[in-house]
Antibody, heavy 115, light 111 residues
Framework: QVQLQESGPGLVKPSETLSLTCTVS????????WSWIRQPPGKGLEWIGY???????NYNPSLKSRVTISVDTSKNQFSLKLSSVTAADTAVYYC?????????WGQGTLVTVSS | NFMLTQPHSVSESPGKTVTISCTRS????????VQWYQQRPGSSPTTVIY?????PSGVPDRFSGSIDSSSNSASLTISGLKTEDEADYYC??????????FGGGTKLTVL
């Protein structure tokens, strides 16, 4: 049973870069697509983007200019960087594994953007 | 791009059947698979339906998915409602660039 665990700072200052890492255990990252999704407090889900283990990516057009998703197969991890953050980027950030039989989600981590 | 529109909330009694709709604003609902996610309060989402009507292992057969080209919508039907089904439900599909599109979510109350 694969497990995904998000990690990173819970507080980021406006205009800075949000950085999160997702550690995959119980399975290899060297297959499947791996995604980041976020959920502002009390609101719905927003897809950020995904990466294939080989490194090819696809980003939400509304965030594309600020997002970078990367993968480190040696550490079984993938990462999210979101630049120039504002209060509107405050959300629970989920990492997820996309398979042919559905999506497996991490538990999520709250990131607050505030000075 | 297109939008997926869901009712804000639905409610039904235990043991009954409820259907949650997800209407695609443009383009055919049949052109890209639809997934459904359940999010219980305080928890992360889980997949209850993938590829329009497939259930992941472990999801009870009380959950079923379908698409209707005439209304350009997908539906999630939950039969034999239990109090544990009370949750937010989100539909999700893909656009022509394989970018994900989520519906706004539906709050299911089982009362």
């Amino acid at each position: 049973q694969v497990q995904l665990q998000e990690s990173g700072p819970g507080l980021v200052k406006p205009s800075e870069t949000l950085s999160l890492t997702c550690t995959v255990s119980g399975g290899s990252i060297s297959s499947y697509y791996w995604s980041w999704i976020r959920q502002p407090p009390g609101k719905g889900l927003e897809w950020i983007g995904y990466i294939y283990y080989s490194g090819s990516t696809n980003y939400n057009p509304s965030l594309k200019s600020r997002v970078t998703i990367s993968v480190d197969t040696s550490k079984n991890q993938f990462s999210l960087k979101l630049s120039s953050v504002t209060a509107a980027d405050t959300a629970v950030y989920y990492c997820a594994r996309i398979t042919v039989a559905g999506t497996d989600w991490g538990q999520g981590t709250l990131v607050t953007v505030s000075s | 791009n297109f939008m997926l529109t869901q009712p804000h909330s639905v409610s039904e009694s235990p043991g009954k059947t409820v259907t949650i709709s997800c209407t695609r604003s443009s383009g055919s609902i049949a052109s890209n698979y639809v997934q459904w996610y359940q999010q219980r309060p305080g928890s992360s989402p889980t997949t209850v339906i993938y590829e329009d009507n497939q259930r992941p292992s472990g999801v009870p057969d009380r959950f079923s998915g379908s698409i209707d080209s005439s209304s350009n919508s997908a539906s999630l039907t939950i039969s034999g409602l239990k109090t544990e089904d009370e949750a937010d439900y989100y539909c999700q599909s893909y656009d022509s660039s394989n970018s994900w599109v989520f519906g706004g979510g539906t709050k299911l109350t089982v009362l």
